[in-house]
């Protein structure tokens, strides 16, 4: 079974920066779709960003962005490390929130598959991100 472990986050000023990352053993993450959610204090949890497969399977490559995000945000994976990145920029106090990364198995060509928790086979423990001032 593959095991994530989110790292990261932490405390930031508006207009400010982080990187998270989601690290993978176990299994290597070229054979997972990898999105990032996030959930905030009395809400539900959200799709941020994923990214899709690189092990050749036909799926939706590109990254994809919440609109909230889109800009802001950037997805990216490094196989050789068996790790994928979350760059934020410019944070808001609403993203503040515990950001979770998964991993799919699920193949498909629908892009919108993935806003759903359901077709993530495994979880980290999330890392918490406040931006406040």
């Known amino acids: 079974q593959m095991q994530l472990v989110e790292s990261g986050g932490g405390q930031v000023q508006p207009g400010g920066s982080l990187r998270l990352s989601c690290s993978a053993s176990?299994?290597?993450?070229?054979?997972?779709?990898v999105g990032w959610f996030r959930q905030a204090p009395g809400k539900e949890r959200e799709a941020v960003s994923w990214?899709?497969?690189?092990?050749?399977?036909?799926?939706?490559?590109?990254?994809t962005y919440a609109s909230s995000v889109k800009g802001r945000f950037t997805i990216s994976r490094d196989n050789a490390k068996n790790t994928v990145y979350l760059q934020m920029n410019d944070l808001k106090p609403e993203d503040t929130a515990v950001y979770s990364c998964?991993?799919?198995?699920?193949?498909?060509?629908?892009?919108?598959?993935?806003?759903?928790?359901?077709?993530?086979?495994?979880w980290g423990q999330g890392t918490q991100v406040t931006v406040s001032s």
């Open positions: 176990r299994l290597s993450l070229t054979h997972a779709t």
């Open positions: 998964a991993a799919s198995l699920y193949i498909t060509r629908d892009p919108t598959s993935f806003l759903s928790t359901d077709v993530y086979d495994y």
């Open positions: 990214i899709g497969r690189t092990d050749g399977i036909p799926n939706y490559p590109d990254p």
